[in-house]
């Protein structure tokens, strides 16, 4: 199913969103560059705007989810056709993995995500053996390729590192596993299946072959992205943060929305991806936190939830203000190279 939104963060046709763009383009074009703290009260207005939207749209009432009780399913087929969202995953086929060989506390993703049929033999033949130059991505978790399966559907691989055994490794991978099978969102990245054999732990996910948001903002991908495709991808993510916040069963807590995490279509529709570290809120209605250890990304982190531990929604709503800002001003959380005082972009906002 696609995440149902709010008419707050819909727009009636491309031609009115559109047309949105290219007037926010216009506003921001014509600017006058000697007068910056115009440009600032612009920056800062788009932030209250956006972040108005998702906090007005998690303080309303949850409606009844029409998500199926995955606790109960013991088996997920994976279709996809020419009438879903991305036209670069080219899944023309069900795909299936099989668990093949568990350890730890495994035995909880199969009650929540099921049994699949593929062997790692069929990994190995997709991705070369796990070749270098299938490689499109590298992270603390590991290793992501580009892999094509026999019936020539075309996924990502995620592999974790397989060095040395790492126990928070482990809970992250499971971790991950177990909330992509919860949700499923034209503006998230869709997850195909798992794999656990041996020593291997692995992903298989949604191809978007595009880059991430943070190769297209640091210029690694060509083209410069105009104003109005800038503040279009913005709504993208408002869209997923939203549906993570209100439309699923519990409230989910992505932790690391960052450049990096958002990649970009062929047509410069933004998903979210990497729900590594992703918390589901308590399941006690009058709980009002989480109390978890601080993770994320500096510069992209909640300072309240770094000083008092204590996880929200709000968290994300934070990393999407600083997502923002950084998308309409060029600058990254934390500028190295400038004077002290401009140095951390969101005190830069706030002068």
């Known amino acids: 199913m696609d995440g149902r939104l709010s008419p707050a963060l819909q727009t009636s046709s491309p031609a009115r969103r559109n047309s949105s763009s290219s007037q926010a383009l216009t506003v921001y074009s014509q600017a006058p560059r000697k007068k910056p703290n115009k440009i600032l009260r612009s920056v800062k207005a788009a932030v209250k705007k956006f972040t108005n939207i998702i906090i007005f749209r998690s303080k309303g009432a949850k409606p009844k989810s029409t998500t199926p009780d995955t606790s109960s399913i013991h088996r997920r087929d994976v279709s996809y056709s020419a009438s879903a969202p991305s036209t670069e995953t080219n899944i023309t086929s069900t795909s299936t993995l099989r668990h093949s060989e568990s350890y730890g506390s495994s035995t909880s993703l199969n009650a929540q995500l099921g049994t699949f049929n593929f062997s790692i033999k069929d990994i190995h033949e997709a991705t070369g053996k796990f070749s270098s130059k299938y490689e499109i991505g590298k992270g603390g978790f590991g290793i992501v390729y580009k892999g094509r399966f026999r ?201």
């Open 151 to 351: 019936d020539g559907s075309l996924v990502a691989i995620k592999r974790a590192k397989q060095s040395i055994y790492n126990p928070s490794l482990s809970k992250e991978f499971k971790n991950e596993v177990l909330t992509l099978s919860r949700i499923e969102h034209q503006n998230l990245v869709r997850l195909f299946g798992y794999l656990e054999h041996g020593d291997e732990r692995i992903l298989v996910l949604e191809y978007v072959g595009n880059g991430t948001l943070k190769d297209h903002l640091d210029g690694r991908m060509g083209n410069v992205l105009e104003m109005a495709e800038r503040l279009d991808i913005a709504i993208d993510v408002a869209h997923a943060v939203t549906y993570l916040h209100t439309y699923t069963e519990l409230t989910i807590i992505h932790r690391d929305i960052k450049p990096s995490n958002i990649l970009i279509t062929e047509k410069l529709k933004a998903k979210v991806s990497d729900f590594g570290l992703a918390r589901l809120a308590s399941e006690d209605p009058g709980a009002t936190h989480i109390s978890t250890q601080a993770k994320g990304t500096a510069g992209y982190m909640d300072p309240e939830y770094l000083r008092t531990y204590q996880l929200t929604e709000k968290s994300d709503v934070y990393s999407f203000g600083v997502l923002l800002v950084e998308l309409v001003s060029g600058r990254h959380p934390i500028e190295q190279n400038r004077p002290a005082k401009e140095r951390s972009t969101v005190k830069w906002v706030s002068l």
